[in-house]
């Protein structure tokens, strides 16, 4: 990044990269410099960090394999259908 400064959608984007501790340390001031500023992305984020700590306690079996391979396809493609690319 080589700004310093992040936009709402960036920061969404960025979410789990932060939350799971492998956002490099001059990118990560610059998150939290916008989530000191912007409520919705702060909401956004405590909403975040609520869902992982709740399906956590999920266990692997209790979700169909036909769901959970619907999901996966879903979760794989979100960044093609954010963008306009064709799913595969």
Not at 17 to 26: A, C, D, I, K, S
Request: net charge negative; hydrophobic share 35%.
């Amino acid at each position: 990044m080589n700004r310093d400064y992040l936009t709402c959608r960036e920061m969404v984007e960025l979410v789990t990269e932060y939350l799971e501790g492998v956002m490099p340390p001059r990118e990560r001031v610059i998150f939290e410099a916008h989530l000191a500023v912007c409520p919705g992305c702060t909401a956004y984020f405590e909403q975040m960090k609520q869902t992982i700590r709740l399906l956590g306690k999920l266990p692997e079996d209790s979700i169909e394999p036909e769901a959970r391979d619907t999901l996966l396809h879903a979760f794989r493609n979100w960044k093609r259908t954010t963008t306009g690319e064709e799913l595969v």
